[in-house]
C-alpha cells in the first residue's frame, strides 16, 4: 500500500469519525432539546396548578367573607325587626296600661271589679284570715264590698266567711302620674296575703295586665310577623 492508499484510508476515517460525530452530536442536541422541553412543560404546569390553587384558595376566601358578611347582615335585620316588635308590643302595654286609669274613674263598674278580685283572690288563697292592701283612694269602696265579697266566697267555696282585715297602714302606691313617672303606681285592685305573709296573691289590674301579656305575647308576636311579611 502505497502512501496516496494510506492517505485516502485516513480520510475516509477521518470523515467516519466526523459523521458519527455530527450524528452523536444532534442526537444528544435533540435530546437535550426534548429533556428541556419537557422540564420546560412541567415548570409550566408546576406554575400554573399553583396559580389555580392560589385563585381558588382566594375565591373561598372571598366566599367565607361573603357569608359572614350576609349572615352578619341577617342576624342585624333580624335583631332589628326583633327590637322593632319589641317596641310595638311596650306601646301596646303602655296604651293598656293607660286604659286602667280609666277603670277606676267609673265607681259603680270598679266597685264591682274590686267585689270580683276579693272574691277572685280568696278562692285562690283559700285561707280563713286574710289581709288585704289596696290603695287610699280606694279603701272606702273596698270596705264597702268587703262583707258581700266574703258571703259570695263562703258560697262558692262552701266554707265560712273568712275575717278580712283591711290594711290600714300600708297601702298599694297611687296611680301613676305625670310629675313622676318613674315611681312606683297601681292602677287599681288589691293584693291578698294570709295572715302569716307566706302567701300572698297579688290581684292588681298592672298584674292581671302583665299575666294577659305574657299570655298573649306568642300570638301578638306571630300577628306582628305576619304583618311584617305581608
Known amino acids: 500500500m502505497n502512501d496516496t492508499d494510506v492517505s485516502k484510508q485516513i480520510q475516509q476515517m477521518v470523515r467516519f469519525i466526523r459523521q458519527e460525530a455530527e450524528?452523536?452530536?444532534?442526537?444528544?442536541?435533540?435530546?437535550?432539546?426534548?429533556?428541556?422541553?419537557?422540564?420546560?412543560?412541567?415548570?409550566?404546569?408546576?406554575?400554573?396548578?399553583?396559580?389555580?390553587?392560589?385563585?381558588?384558595?382566594?375565591?373561598?376566601?372571598?366566599?367565607?367573607?361573603?357569608?359572614?358578611?350576609?349572615?352578619?347582615?341577617?342576624?342585624?335585620?333580624?335583631?332589628?325587626?326583633?327590637?322593632?316588635?319589641?317596641?310595638?308590643?311596650?306601646?301596646?302595654?303602655?296604651?293598656?296600661?293607660?286604659?286602667?286609669?280609666?277603670?277606676?274613674?267609673?265607681?259603680?263598674?270598679?266597685?264591682?271589679?274590686?267585689?270580683?278580685?276579693?272574691?277572685?283572690?280568696?278562692?285562690?288563697?283559700?285561707?280563713?284570715?286574710?289581709?288585704?292592701?289596696?290603695?287610699?283612694?280606694?279603701?272606702?269602696?273596698?270596705?264597702?264590698?268587703?262583707?258581700?265579697?266574703?258571703?259570695?266566697y263562703s258560697e262558692k267555696a262552701s266554707v265560712h266567711a273568712p275575717e278580712i282585715t283591711v290594711d290600714n297602714n300600708v297601702y298599694l302606691p297611687p296611680a301613676p302620674g305625670h310629675h313622676n313617672a318613674h315611681a312606683l303606681s297601681c292602677s287599681g285592685g288589691v293584693v291578698l296575703a294570709s295572715k302569716d305573709g307566706k302567701i300572698v296573691f297579688e290581684n292588681t289590674l298592672d298584674a292581671r295586665l302583665d299575666v294577659v301579656f305574657r299570655k298573649k305575647l306568642p300570638e301578638i308576636r306571630k300577628w306582628l310577623c305576619g304583618q311584617v311579611a305581608a
Open 23 to 152: 450524528e452523536k452530536a444532534n442526537e444528544i442536541s435533540v435530546s437535550a432539546e426534548e429533556e428541556f422541553n419537557i422540564e420546560k412543560l412541567q415548570l409550566v404546569e408546576a406554575e400554573k396548578k399553583k396559580i389555580r390553587q392560589e385563585y381558588e384558595r382566594k375565591e373561598k376566601q372571598v366566599d367565607v367573607r361573603k357569608k359572614i358578611e350576609y349572615s352578619m347582615q341577617l342576624n342585624a335585620s333580624r335583631i332589628k325587626v326583633l327590637q322593632a316588635q319589641d317596641d310595638v308590643v311596650n306601646a301596646m302595654k303602655d296604651a293598656a296600661a293607660k286604659e286602667l286609669l280609666n277603670v277606676s274613674s267609673d265607681h259603680h263598674v270598679y266597685k264591682r271589679l274590686l267585689k270580683d278580685l276579693i272574691v277572685q283572690s280568696l278562692l285562690r288563697l283559700k285561707e280563713p284570715s286574710v289581709l288585704l292592701r289596696c290603695r287610699e283612694d280606694d279603701l272606702h269602696l273596698v270596705q264597702s264590698v268587703l262583707d258581700s265579697a266574703a258571703e259570695e
